[in-house]
């Protein structure tokens, strides 16, 4: 099933068109937006850093950074780029930086970028209304420094960027329901305030291993799948964590260096998965660097077997 990446979904086969979102295979971006961060940043860096990291960024700060920056780089691809080359799912972490007195919002991971989420929500939308029948889904989490009232209003941007192109929260979301209703986007919101927004669909649950290496992050995700998946859409996570030791004990390399020398190894793993509702199955499958492998093509053909198998669910 060779399709083209830049709008693969609506040229799937027919029969998978009344498939539920949740139960193929999708490809996904962690980190989406690190491919912008700022480099003349001097904020402390973020919580999710390790402790020692912190301190030695507070004191060391010249020296520590250059390894932040190297380390902190999940994506080198801008947005368009990704959904061009298939990506469905986008991994979005929110920040207020620390003394701005403006509202604009920034993504983060370990600092911050120099681009607006306001901006990334309407490249994205610009790029949807060249493609009116793929289907994008976001996932907003991990938020820094947001007060109730710029939660509410970056739900008011969201809503107003993409107006009719959100999908209200449904049982069971399938291409065909989407296109009928004209819905391009699905909001995954990690926050209390998406109980009140028929636009926000709860949060979708995120397996991440915390490993450093493939073997052994392929056993954890082997262990979990032998407890069932999630109900609903939910994301295998197969970027891998560099922690301090590892940081230090390999001082030349950056978070790219170490990602692509696993690559074989975990897609070696991700074409034995199967989508589908049933236990041991996967959904949506996120990475770091997924434009520079055959990541993308890899989850994409998973959805052969939804084919082969004759198990297409329906709702």
């Not at 053909?301 to 082969?308: P, Q």
Request: glycine share 4%; net charge negative.
């Amino acid at each position: 099933m060779m399709l083209p990446m830049e709008t693969w979904m609506s040229h799937l086969p027919a029969e998978l068109w009344d498939t539920p979102l949740c139960c193929m295979a999708i490809p996904g971006s962690h980190n989406a937006i690190t491919y912008c961060l700022d480099k003349n940043d001097r904020s402390p860096v973020d919580l999710m850093q390790p402790d020692m990291l912190q301190k030695l960024d507070k004191y060391m700060k010249p020296i520590i950074r250059p390894f932040v920056y190297k380390w902190a780089i999940a994506q080198e691809a801008c947005i368009r780029e990704q959904l061009d080359c298939g990506v469905r799912y986008c991994d979005l972490r929110i920040a207020h930086r620390p003394n701005d007195r403006s509202n604009d919002l920034y993504f983060y991971h370990g600092v911050y970028t120099t681009i607006t989420v306001e901006t990334v929500l309407k490249e994205i939308r610009e790029w949807l209304d060249l493609h009116p029948k793929e289907v994008v889904i976001l996932s907003f989490s991990h938020f820094l420094g947001l007060s109730q009232e710029l939660h509410t209003l970056l739900v008011s941007t969201i809503k107003s960027v993409f107006d009719s192109k959100l999908c209200p929260k449904m049982e069971c979301a399938t291409l065909q329901k989407l296109w009928d209703e004209g819905h391009q986007v699905i909001i995954s919101y990690e926050h209390n305030i998406a109980n009140y927004h028929r636009e926000l669909w709860s949060h979708i649950p995120y397996w991440w291993a915390n490993k450093c290496k493939a073997e052994a992050l392929i056993e954890e995700f082997e262990q979990r799948k032998l407890h069932g998946r999630p109900g609903g859409f939910f994301v295998t996570g197969i970027n891998l964590t560099e922690d301090l030791k590892y940081i230090c004990s390999h001082p030349t390399e950056s978070l790219k260096d170490m990602v692509m020398s696993t690559y074989p190894t975990l897609l070696s793993w991700v074409k034995l998965q199967k989508p589908g509702s049933n236990t041991g199955s996967i959904n949506i499958i996120a990475g770091d660097f997924v434009t520079e492998s055959q990541f993308i093509p890899t989850v994409i053909t998973l959805n052969e077997n939804l084919l082969k198998r004759n198990i297409i669910p329906r709702h």
